[in-house]
């Protein structure tokens, strides 16, 4: 049976890919774990560059909204009040973090994550956006550890 590697993010897809020529190792968490670490570094230079990593960067705030941010807020970006969604999503263990022999789930708890995800009432401004050579990158990672018969 083939390998497929899914990632979503609040049902916002970013990667589906079926590796064709592989099945999966007995246990996959070795490779889980390098992915998770992988996000951790990509969601901190999507933080970083307030989205720019991921594409153009996020939208930027409204003009009010701004004045009051840095007024009760100073010094914190977009997509940055009080830190939570991006701790979530740049540290470990993630705010989602569920490292199966079959499956791993990552992923931010934080509930309004998905509102800057999927917009809708908000600008959207989505904290995971998968560029491509990141896309290629995961695939990678995922071939090699199978190539491997499992091992890292």
Sequence with gaps: MATRLQLSFYGDRQLDR???KFNAAKDMRPAWQSLAARFTRMEAKQFGSQGGFGSGGWAP?????????AKHYPGKGILVRTGELRRSLTQRPLGTEV???SF???GSNV???AHHQRGGG????RPVEFPDAERRAWVKVMH?????????
Excluded: C, D
Aim: charged letters at 25%; zero cysteines; aromatic letters at 12%.
């Design 104 to 106: 791993m789930v990552i």
């Design 144 to 152: 090699r550890f199978l190539q491997g018969n499992g091992r890292s």
């Design 18 to 20: 079926t590796l064709a």
């Design 99 to 101: 490292l199966e022999k």
């Design 61 to 69: 705030l409204s003009p009010r909204y701004a004045a009051w941010k």
């Design 111 to 113: 509930e309004y994550g």
């Design 122 to 125: 908000l600008p959207r401004r």
